[in-house]
C-alpha cells in the first residue's frame, strides 16, 4: 500500500498529459462513454463509432471516475488503477521469486526495491495506459498457477481455491490486453504437460468464456460500424486487419528487426538516457561502441538468467515468455512498452544472469550502479514541469504550454460540429470537446515501422529513408481524398513525429496557418472554406 501511495503521489503531482501516447486519452475518451451510459464507444471520433480494437476492461476500471466528477478534474480518480497496479506488479513479483524460485527474502525485497525504482515504471504511474494493469493482472495468474494449483504438494482444497483465483485472474489480463492470450495459452499447456487435465479446464475455461463474449460483442459492433470502418483515416482505430502480415517474408523482416530492437530497451530499462542513445545510435563514435556493449551484455544476460530459472522446473511462466515474446518480435511495432508488463522479471533475469557468472558479488555491485541510474533518470521524471516535460523515448523535453494553448485556440475558434485532425486527437477531444481523426493512420505498419533499409549499427531503432520516402508518396496519393472524405476543417501539426513532420512537406491545399504557438513547435491551419456536410 506504501508503494502505491507513492506512485499515486508522483501521478498526480506530473504536468496533465493525457493524450501524449494517443492510447492513453482513447481509454479515457470510452470510459467516459461507458460512464455516460452511450456504450462502449470512441465519443472522440465523428459519428462515435463502437470501440472494436481494445478490450474493454480497462476503460471500465476508468468509468467510475466520471461519475464522481469530469475531466479534467477526475484526473487523479484516472491515475489511481495505474498506481495501485504498479504496486501490485512489484508486490506480487517478490512473492513469485520468493514462493516459486526459492529466492532467499533479503534478494528478493531489494530486488523489488530496485524494480520499484524503475524508471520504466516511475514514468508509466504517470500515464492512463493498460500495461501496469494488465502486468499485475499476469503476475497474478502466474502466482497462483505456478505456486499453488501446478504444485503436487499442497492439498487439493488449497489448489481449488487456487484455480478459482488464477482463472479469475486470467479472464481479466485477457480482457485489458489482446496480448493475453499468451498468458492463457501458456498457462494451459503447462497444465497439459503436467497431465493436469481437471486444472487446464479450471484455468482456462473462464478465460475462454471471457474472450468469447468480448469476441462476441466485438463481431456484433463491427458490424454496425461497417459503414465507417473503410473510412480511410478512421478505419485503422477500429481493428488490427492492417497490422496482419501479407506472407513469410514480413514476419521474418520484421522479426529480425524487433530481435535488435529489443536489446536496445533492455538498455532503456537500464536507465540508458534516450537523449545519449539517440545520439550514439545517429552518430558514430565511442558511445555507440558503448550503447551496443550495453545492450548486448544486458539481453545475453537476462537469457542466461531465466534460462536458469528453468533448471528446477518448466512453469507457467516459462512457456508464457517464449509465446509473449514471440508475437511481441513478430508485430510491426516498436517492442518497448510490451515489455513493461515485465519490468521486474527483466531485473531480476538480469541480476541471476549475473550470479550464474560466479562472481559472488556481482549482482550486489551491479545493483548499485543500477540504483546510481535510475535515480538520475527518476530525478528527471519527478522535476518535468509544463515548461520541460521529459519523456524518456524523445532526446528532447517536451514545452507543454504550447499544447495548453492549441487547446484554449480549439475551444475558442472551432464549432462543436467541426473535425480536426492532429497528433493527439483524443487527447485534443478530452480538453476541447471537438471530435476529430489522428493526424495520418498507420495503415501500413510494415512499411512504416519495418523499412527494409534499417540499419543493425542502428538497432533497427530509427526511422529509415524509405519509411519516410512511403509515407511521402503515401500522403501525396491519398492525403487530398482522405481529408475530404473525413471532412477536415482544421489540422494541427507539431515539431515531433514522423506523420506531422512528413504532413508539413505536402499540406493538403486549401488549408492554410492559422494559429501558431508562442515557441512555434505546434501550428494549426484551417480550411479556408469548409465544405457542406
Not at 485532425?421 to 485534443?428: D, E, H, K, L, V
Amino acid at each position: 500500500m506504501g508503494l502505491a501511495l507513492v506512485y499515486f503521489g508522483i501521478a498526480v503531482t506530473a504536468p496533465r498529459v493525457v493524450g501524449l501516447w494517443q492510447d492513453d486519452a482513447i481509454y479515457v475518451a470510452t470510459a467516459k462513454s461507458l460512464a455516460q451510459g452511450t456504450g462502449y464507444r470512441h465519443v472522440e471520433l465523428p459519428e462515435a463509432p463502437y470501440q472494436t480494437k481494445y478490450p474493454v476492461l480497462y476503460p471500465a476500471l476508468l468509468a467510475p471516475a466520471f461519475w464522481i466528477a469530469a475531466y479534467p478534474r477526475n484526473l487523479p480518480l484516472l491515475l489511481a488503477p495505474t498506481a495501485l497496479a504498479g504496486a501490485m506488479l512489484v508486490g506480487l513479483s517478490i512473492l513469485y521469486w520468493r514462493r516459486v524460485w526459492g529466492a532467499p527474502r533479503a534478494y528478493a525485497l531489494w530486488v523489488g526495491a530496485l524494480a520499484a525504482a524503475s524508471p520504466v515504471l516511475i514514468e508509466f504511474v504517470r500515464y492512463t495506459m493498460s500495461d501496469l494493469v494488465y502486468g499485475a493482472f499476469a503476475v497474478a495468474t502466474l502466482y497462483c498457477v505456478d505456486s499453488v494449483v501446478l504444485d503436487d504438494t499442497q492439498n487439493a482444497s488449497r489448489r481449488r481455491a487456487a484455480m478459482v483465483g488464477a482463472a479469475a485472474f486470467l479472464a481479466l489480463a485477457v480482457l485489458t490486453r489482446s496480448i493475453g492470450v499468451t498468458l492463457l495459452a501458456g498457462c494451459v499447456a503447462v497444465a497439459l504437460y503436467r497431465r493436469q487435465v481437471w486444472a487446464a479446464v479450471g484455468i482456462g475455461a473462464p478465460a475462454l468464456a471471457a474472450l468469447a463474449g468480448w469476441w462476441g460483442w466485438q463481431g456484433a459492433a463491427g458490424r454496425a460500424n461497417r459503414s465507417i470502418g473503410d473510412a480511410f483515416l478512421a478505419g485503422p482505430e477500429l481493428g488490427y486487419a492492417m497490422w496482419l502480415p501479407s506472407g513469410v517474408g514480413d514476419v521474418l523482416r520484421v522479426g529480425g528487426q524487433n530481435l535488435f530492437r529489443s536489446t536496445e530497451v533492455l538498455g532503456d530499462h537500464l536507465a540508458l538516457p534516450a537523449g545519449l542513445a539517440s545520439h550514439a545510435l545517429t552518430s558514430a563514435s565511442a558511445w555507440t561502441v558503448c550503447v551496443h556493449v550495453l545492450c548486448y551484455a544486458a539481453a545475453l544476460l537476462a537469457l542466461a538468467g531465466f534460462a536458469s530459472t528453468l533448471r528446477t522446473r518448466l512453469r507457467a511462466v516459462h512457456v508464457y515468455a517464449v509465446l509473449y515474446g514471440a508475437l511481441v518480435l513478430a508485430w510491426p511495432f516498436d517492442p518497448g512498452r510490451f515489455l513493461l508488463p515485465w519490468a521486474p522479471f527483466v531485473l531480476y533475469f538480469l541480476l541471476e544472469g549475473v550470479r550464474r557468472l560466479g562472481w559472488s558479488r556481482g549482482p550486489a555491485v551491479v545493483a548499485v550502479v543500477l540504483a546510481l541510474a535510475f535515480a538520475t533518470e527518476d530525478l528527471k521524471i519527478l522535476a518535468s514541469d509544463d515548461e520541460s516535460y521529459y519523456l524518456r523515448e524523445l532526446p528532447d523535453e517536451i514545452d507543454l504550454r504550447e499544447r495548453r494553448q492549441v487547446e484554449q485556440w480549439i475551444r475558442e475558434n472551432v464549432s462543436g460540429s467541426q473535425v480536426v485532425a492532429s497528433p493527439i486527437p483524443a487527447g485534443i477531444y478530452l480538453e476541447t470537446g471537438r471530435q476529430g481523426h489522428f493526424l495520418w493512420p498507420d495503415h501500413d505498419p510494415y512499411a512504416l515501422y519495418a523499412g527494409s533499409d534499417r540499419q543493425w549499427t542502428q538497432l533497427y531503432a530509427l526511422h529509415s529513408p524509405s519509411e519516410a520516402l512511403w509515407l511521402l508518396a503515401d500522403m501525396r496519393q491519398h492525403l487530398e481524398p482522405a481529408y475530404a472524405q473525413a471532412g477536415i476543417d482544421y489540422f494541427v501539426e507539431n515539431d515531433y513525429g514522423i506523420e506531422a513532420l512528413i504532413l508539413a512537406r505536402t499540406r493538403p491545399s486549401g488549408f492554410s496557418l492559422a494559429f501558431q504557438s508562442r515557441g512555434g513547435s505546434m501550428r494549426i491551419y484551417s480550411r479556408e472554406s469548409p465544405p457542406v456536410r
